[in-house]
């Protein structure tokens, strides 16, 4: 898996993606989409709806929603005090519901883009797609390393993993989307 985004020029990128390729990411995309879930009561067209609804005061159980949905305040690392819970929560109650919706709408974006592909060819993104391209990359790293319990001490040692190691398609699957993100922000930024 070799292809890598490159400027157009023009603030967008382009990448060539094998069809191979073009399927691993969209099932990837899928299944973050399914993780997310469908929101508060589904997708309602109700705007009036949607504007008074109120996100849960709890982080998620499952670490990888956890790390994709973090409580604001506090140290992960430390047990957090009733106060430092509650105005998380507060900030969770009002912020998740939206923050779920960009994370959906990104991962849509995505699955958009490759299904307008068909398959394998060279993949155009305009300017204002490589954001949601970023940010759909990003969730589908952070949810591979919660599930795989990656550290940073851990990084060096996941290129030496042996054939054997049952994480290892998993990890490649990391890595790539590691050199995705990395070489879409390098195209934008040029």
């Not at 923050?99 to 974006?109: E, F, P, S, V």
Request: net charge negative; charged share 30%; with cysteine.
């Amino acid at each position: 898996m070799a292809g890598l985004f490159e400027s157009t020029g023009d603030g967008g990128a382009a990448i060539a993606l094998d069809e191979v390729e073009a399927s691993i990411l969209r099932s990837l995309e899928v299944q973050m989409l399914e993780l997310i879930g469908p929101g508060p009561g589904g997708e309602s067209d109700d705007p009036l709806a949607a504007l008074f609804a109120e996100g849960p005061t709890e982080a998620p159980a499952d670490p990888a929603l956890a790390r994709l949905f973090p409580d604001a305040y506090g140290d992960p690392a430390e047990p957090a005090d009733a106060e430092v819970r509650a105005a998380s929560g507060e900030f969770r109650r009002y912020t998740e519901l939206d923050l779920r919706a960009r994370k959906r709408d990104d991962a849509l974006q995505v699955v958009r883009s490759l299904d307008d592909l068909g398959g394998g060819g060279v993949l155009k993104l305009a300017a204002a797609d490589c954001l949601r391209w970023l940010g759909a990359l990003n969730d589908l790293r952070l949810t591979l390393g919660a599930r795989l319990e990656i550290t940073e001490e851990d990084e060096q040692g996941l290129y030496e993993l042996p054939d054997s190691d049952e994480r290892k398609p998993l990890v490649m699957a990391y890595l790539w989307l590691g050199a995705l993100q990395e070489s879409l922000l390098e195209a934008i930024t040029d």
